[in-house]
């Protein structure tokens, strides 16, 4: 009886943490595809459960954009030997991303892809 109750709250707890896993697809975006976003760091922000950074860069025209740039959540960074310091405003960034399939062209949004160059280094991640 009780390796049957333990069963039954394993079950039951496995199911519920299930939904827990799903907002970590990357199915908003476009994998398939790669942005070179170049441009001045507006903010950093060192949040859970995911990091964002904001970039102004330039379109082909010479219209500014402002960029929101996902990336994964701080503890996850932080093992990779990112900080709250990483990035700050001002700093000029070259960085690649898989951007967002459904976005309007006034506020693109995407998350790093891998290559990042901050103030003219390479960073890696």
């Known amino acids: 009886m009780r390796n049957k109750f333990a069963t039954v709250v394993f079950v039951g707890l496995l199911t519920v943490s299930v939904p827990l896993f799903a907002h970590h697809g ?15 760091v507006t903010a950093w922000l060192w949040t859970n459960p995911h990091t964002f950074l904001k970039v102004d860069a330039k379109d082909d ?16 960074l932080a093992n990779a030997g990112w900080t709250r310091s990483t990035f700050k405003p001002g700093d000029e960034v070259v960085v690649l991303v898989e951007p967002y399939k459904n976005q309007a062209a006034s506020s693109p949004l995407g998350r790093f892809k891998g290559r990042i160059v901050i103030n003219g280094q390479v960073f890696k991640p």
């Open 26 to 40: 990357a199915a908003v975006y476009d994998t398939a595809t790669s942005v070179t976003v170049k441009g001045i």
């Open 61 to 76: 025209s010479g219209n500014a954009v402002h960029w929101v740039i996902e990336a994964a959540a701080p503890a996850n």
